[in-house]
């Protein structure tokens, strides 16, 4: 059972990581511990390429002194024409933007992690981040290697306690999101997802 605060802006830090808490043997796994990072003024993002049951790239985003986290079912993309199903998980600890490595077998989330880009992000939306959250609505400008520019988090359903989300590539002045190079970033990890045969996946298959 997954339960996950509406309004985390309020919640203690205990209670924003006690999902990721909860899903983990510390004894087992050398994932961080769950621990309430303070904020800082430059807020860092990260995806991990995580081959768990099935391949998915889970997006983090610094907010609240916890990384606001979705499991973003095929690899990001530059391209405005391409949406991706993003679906939200639990917070993970601040230290978790620099976990790589295997979760062992038995575990939650097992399998192996990279790190397959990070950097900052600027909040764009209205709001603050975690109420920009809370609204569905997230607008960001990422700062990173292979993602840059803006993107657009907009959340469609919430099913049971997961909520799907659509992660996307705004249109912006980027002369990355002229065709060459997006391609390029789109396609490298192709054919690694026709090996897993990777289509839709059931949210609950994510982790
Ligand atoms: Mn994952």
Redesign the pocket.
């Known amino acids: 059972m997954i339960t996950r605060s509406r309004s985390p802006t309020k919640a203690g830090a205990g209670q924003l990581l006690a999902d990721y808490q909860g899903k983990r043997d510390f004894n087992k796994t050398t994932e961080p511990p769950a621990k309430h990072a303070r904020s800082h003024g430059q807020p860092i993002f990260v995806i ?1 390429e ?1 081959h ?1 049951r099935r391949l ?1 790239y ?1 997006l983090r985003l610094e907010a609240d002194g916890v990384l606001k986290s979705w ?1 973003v079912t095929k690899v990001p993309t530059m391209d405005p024409a391409v949406r991706r199903l993003a679906v939200r ?1 639990e917070d993970h600890p601040l230290e978790y933007a620099n976990f790589k490595g295997d979760i062992p077998e038995g575990q939650y ?1 097992a399998g192996h ?1 990279e790190i397959w880009d990070r950097g900052t992000y600027e909040n764009l939306s209205r709001w603050p981040l975690p109420k920009a959250l809370a609204q569905g609505k997230i607008e960001i400008d990422l700062h990173g290697q292979k993602l840059k520019g803006k993107f657009a988090l907009i959340r469609i359903a919430g099913e049971r306690n997961r909520e799907n989300w659509l992660l996307v590539k705004m249109k912006d002045d980027s002369p990355l999101t002229k065709n060459g190079q997006i391609r390029a970033a789109h396609s490298r990890k192709q054919s690694h997802q026709n090996v897993k045969g990777h289509h839709v996946v059931p949210p609950q298959l ?2």
Do not use: E, L, M, S
């Open positions: 991990q995580h768990a998915h889970d499991a998980t989330g992690v994510i982790d």
